[in-house]
């Protein structure tokens, strides 16, 4: 399995990879494999400024639906069009053209607070 050095991870699945204060999140290659076949993607927060933790979305897979989790506090600018007509690109490319959406970062610093490329490795036993 992939999984980049230069993110950032979360206990829930999530990666987060920032630039300046924006910041890019979308589930991680564990998640989507767990998931299995994902057939829609249902996010409804853009706009809204969200603490950490809170539930920014959801991801139905064939035979489940799993809540997203927003890594750290901050407003959700954009979510990813693609992903409306072609959920499974998730599944495909989940760093790359499965990334789920955009946001500004209240404190950027909180992203120290998450977990490193090995940490998460740790997690999942990879």
Known sequence: MNFPEEL???KEHEWISIEGNVATIGITEFAQSELGDIV???IESVGKGLIAEAVF???EAV???SDLFLPVAGTINEKNALLASQPE???QD???DGWMIKMTVSNVEDIEGLLTVDEYKALIGA
């Open 94 to 96: 989940p760093y790359g």
């Open 57 to 59: 979305g959801t991801v």
């Open 63 to 65: 035979k489940t639906v």
């Open 89 to 91: 690109l998730v599944n």
């Open 8 to 10: 950032k991870y979360t």
């Open 40 to 42: 829609y993607i249902d």
